[in-house]
C-alpha cells in the first residue's frame, strides 16, 4: 500500500506537469516514478531470490539471453540520469558555497543591503546577479570584485549589479540608530523617576510608622503612668514626654523617685518600670531619664 501511494503521487506530479505545460516538471516525475519503479522490482527479485523460489524455465537459451540484457540495459538506462543529477546537485552545492564565501570576502558587512543574489549558466559561462539597495556595493570596484570572483572559485563568472530600490538604507539606519538612542534615554528617565518615587514611598512608610508610634492617647498615658506608680514601689511620679530625643520610634518618660530609695534599688525598678510600660503599650524600645 505505502508503495502504491508512493508512486501514485509521482503519477500526480507528472499530472500536474501536464496541466502546466512544463516540459521538466513532466519529465522529472516521470522519471521519478520509473526509478521508485524499478527499485521496487529489484528489491523483489532479491527477496525472491532470497527465499529460494523456483526460476522461471525458459523457452529456449536465447529467450533467457534476451530477458538478462533487456535487464541490464533497463538499469543502466535507469542509472545514468542519476549520474548527471548527481553532478549538478554537487556542481550547484559547489557553486553556493562559492558564492557565499565571495561575499564573506569581498562585500563583507555591506551584505546587509544586498536583497537577492542568482547564479545563472549562459552557454557554459556563470553570471553572478545581485540585486541590491542603496549604492554602496554599487560603487565597489568592479575590478576588485571580478578578482574575487576568481579567488573564490567562480570561473568564467561575470558579474551584473542591478538596485532594486533608489532608497539609501543609511539614511533609515541613522533614524533607526536615533529613535534606539531615544528609546534608551526615555527608558532610563523613567527608571530614574521610578527609583525616586520607591525612595519617597519608603521614607513616607517609615515616617507614617513613626508617627503612629507617637500618638499615644494622653489618657491611655496617664493610666499607664498611674499603673507603673502603684505597682512599682519607690517611684514618686512617672511622665510621658513630647520631647523627641534621637530615634523618633523610642519614647521618652521622665522618673522621679521618692527620697532614701537607694540608686541599686533604683536601677532595678527602672528596668521593671521599663518592662511594665514596653508590655502596656506593645512598645520594643522606651527612655527613661529620672529627674532629681
Known sequence: FGIAKGLEALIGLATDGVTHDVADFILNAFYLFFLNSFFVALAT?????????????????????????????????????????????????????????????????????????????????????????????????????????????????????????????????????????????????????????????????????VLDSLQFSAIDMETTCQGACTLIPGIESLAYSNQVYGDLNTPTFYVTWKPGISVVEQNRNQKNVEEYLKSQLNLKEVRMVAVR
Open 45 to 209: 527479485f532479491l527477496i525472491v531470490r532470497q527465499l529460494r523460489f523456483p526460476v522461471r524455465k525458459f523457452i529456449d537459451a536465447k529467450a533467457r539471453q534476451r530477458t538478462l540484457i533487456f535487464m541490464v540495459l533497463f538499469s543502466i538506462i535507469m542509472a545514468i540520469p542519476s549520474f548527471f543529477i548527481l553532478r549538478d546537485v554537487l556542481l550547484n552545492l559547489r557553486n553556493k558555497r562559492n558564492v557565499e564565501s565571495f561575499i564573506l570576502n569581498y562585500i563583507g558587512a555591506d551584505a546587509k543591503y544586498i536583497d537577492e543574489t542568482k547564479l545563472i549558466e549562459i552557454d557554459g559561462s556563470y553570471k553572478l546577479i545581485m540585486k541590491v539597495y542603496g549604492s554602496s556595493i554599487s560603487q565597489m570596484d568592479s575590478a576588485i570584485l571580478q578578482a574575487g570572483l576568481l579567488a573564490s572559485g567562480l570561473d568564467h563568472c561575470q558579474m551584473e549589479i542591478i538596485p532594486t530600490s533608489e532608497i539609501d538604507l543609511k539614511s533609515f539606519e541613522r533614524l533607526e540608530s536615533r529613535v534606539i538612542d531615544f528609546d534608551q534615554t526615555i527608558e532610563e528617565r523613567l527608571n530614574a523617576a521610578r527609583t525616586v518615587e520607591d525612595a519617597k514611598d519608603t521614607e513616607i512608610r517609615e515616617l507614617q510608622s
